[in-house]
């Protein structure tokens, strides 16, 4: 008896199961899984993606900002940003499933460290590169000063815009006393030399970017690129080499999307010091000067 009912109710599940089945056939004459159209791409392109985010880190404090069902992600080099050049990425997912969202933009990156008598921004790129065709954005960042900052970032999601102020995090120090940005000051302005992606420079003839920002007159606002155009002679010495130099260095000019370019020679490992000679269109000195100048960049390799 009891045998029976079971088998009873085996059928009758049998029965529904089919008729379920025959019932959505009708209306769905294809099964094909509704497109999600709030997500970039197809699973080739979302592994596509984790290539381009491996080997990178969530910077703590700025990673993982929620905005109405979305997951703000942001990327960099380390987990922890340093003073100096630092390229950060973002790009956003569905929370619920983790792929990434097609229709964002981030439109403004706000830094600002509070010293409590002053408050200061610093250098950014102003400027969000989309990666490939995909859903990733590249900036870049120089903190001046290690210590506690806000990056407050401002997004596009669909419809929906805002700000997200994140956690404070702390800008750690450049690696053994290295200096990848230098102020100079020229008609009563401040300005920032920034050396890009100073981790990769090898040994050999590196051609190297970097970016000249001026100081908002507002300190709290963000340093831009400056509209000035500078031509900046590239010096390179070992000090504890008895500052011998190397040949086929090339100045750093300005470019069309607003970097300056260089080649820098390293013909060693070990410590360099690249003293700078920043000069007007017309070849007039603004900083620096011939030589073993005192305005330098440090960088080990
Ligand atoms: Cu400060």
């Given amino acids: 008896m ?7 109710a085996f059928g009758l ?3 529904i199961v089919f008729s379920a089945c025959s019932a959505s056939n009708e209306e769905v004459p294809i099964n094909i899984p509704s497109e999600d159209d709030d997500v970039c791409c197809s699973q080739d392109d979302e592994n596509n993606i984790k290539l381009i985010l491996a080997g990178l880190k969530e910077v703590t404090g ?4 929620s905005v109405e ?3 703000l992600k942001v990327y960099a080099r380390t987990a922890n940003l340093y003073v100096g050049y630092n390229d950060i990425y973002f790009a956003v997912e569905k929370t619920e499933s983790g792929r990434h969202v097609k229709d964002f933009a981030v439109t ?6 509070d010293m409590g008598m002053m408050k200061h921004s610093t250098p950014i790129a102003n ?7 995909y859903p990733i954005y590249h900036t870049w960042v120089a903190p001046l000063m290690a210590g506690e900052w806000t990056l407050p970032i401002s997004y596009r999601i669909k419809d929906l815009t805002g700000t997200l102020s994140g956690a404070p995090i702390t800008i750690e120090a450049t690696p053994s006393d290295q200096v990848w940005i230098k102020s100079f000051k020229w008609n009563n302005q401040t300005f920032y030399l920034t050396l890009a992606a100073p981790q990769e420079l090898k040994t050999g003839v590196n051609t190297i970017s970097a970016y000249v920002s001026k100081k908002s007159d507002d300190a709290t606002q963000p340093y831009l690129p400056a509209s000035e155009v500078f031509a900046i002679d590239i010096y390179p010495t070992m000090p504890d080499m008895g500052n011998h130099t190397s040949p086929n260095n090339e100045p750093l000019l300005l470019q069309a999307d607003g970097s300056y370019q260089g080649k820098l020679n390293l013909t060693m490992t070990g410590l360099w010091d ?3 000679h920043v000069k007007d269109a017309e070849g007039n000195t603004v900083a620096g000067g011939e030589e073993l100048s005192d305005l330098y960049l440090s960088i080990v390799i």
């Fill in 108 to 113: 403004a990156l706000s830094p600002l460290m």
């Fill in 13 to 15: 599940f049998l029965g």
């Fill in 2 to 8: 009891k045998n029976k009912n079971i088998l009873f």
């Fill in 69 to 71: 069902g979305y997951t």
């Fill in 274 to 276: 690249i003293h700078l």
């Fill in 62 to 65: 700025l990673s993982r900002q």
């Fill in 127 to 133: 400027q969000f590169d989309q990666i490939d065709s």
